[in-house]
Every structure is written in C-alpha cells, then in structure tokens.
C-alpha cells in the first residue's frame, strides 16, 4: 500500500511563493509518474503537472507553465512543486497523485491510482 502526505500549504500575497512536497511512503515505492491536481471553490479536480518517475519528464497545464516547477527526489520517494507568481486564481486545495500501473501521459484524475489528502493553498489579492 501506498501513502501520500502533501505538505506545504498555506497563506501568500499574490505575487509569492510556496514550496509543496509530497512524501510518499510504502512497500518498494516505485511510480511511473507523480502528479499534482488542485481543486478550486466550486471546480472540478484539474490537472496542474506530472513528472516522470525515472526520466523526470514533465507536463504542465497551460495555467501554471513557466510559474510551476516540478521536481522529483527519488532517493527521498518525494515530489515538490515550486509555485512563483502565485495568483488568487491558484488558489485551491492540492493534491500529489502516484500512477504504479497505467503508464499513460494522460492529465486525468483516473489515470491516478493513489492519492494525498489534500493540502490548502490559499492567494490573497
């Protein structure tokens, strides 16, 4: 079994910055990719990026590119999500996903099989 602790979260003026990790803990953790999702007020759960696991490859969504940075450290089983320029609009609840079996490079939840509990990110105008 799989665990995913997200921390990181909290208040910041428009403009700022935060710094998300993703602890992931379990038997012979070893991913395909890693992921983070946010959940806005009144939003669906959306794709923001995804990296790899062995190539450290990335994807962004359109809203965060050249903002958001992911990263990995596979010796800590743990993925970051540097956020800069922070924006009202990014304001959401933030999720760190593991896919261990599908392998696709899609940006839907589905293609996640285990999940974070969420860690807030609140941008003040």
């Known amino acids: 079994q799989v665990q995913l602790v997200e921390s990181g979260g909290g208040l910041v003026q428009a403009g700022g910055s935060l710094r998300l990790s993703c602890a992931a803990s379990g038997r012979a953790f070893s991913p395909i990719r890693m992921g983070w999702f946010r959940r806005g007020p009144g939003k669906e759960r959306d794709f923001v990026a995804a990296i790899t696991w062995s190539y450290g490859r990335t994807d962004y969504s359109d809203s965060v590119k050249g903002r958001f940075t992911i990263s990995r450290d596979n010796a800590k089983n743990t993925v970051y999500l540097q956020m800069n320029s922070l924006k009202p609009e990014d304001t959401a609840v933030y999720y760190c996903?593991?896919?261990?079996?599908?392998?696709?490079?899609?940006?839907?939840?589905?293609?996640?099989?285990?999940w974070g509990q969420g860690t807030q990110v609140t941008v003040s105008s």
């Open positions: 996903a593991a896919d261990t079996i599908y392998g696709s490079a899609g940006r839907v939840p589905r293609q996640f099989d285990y």
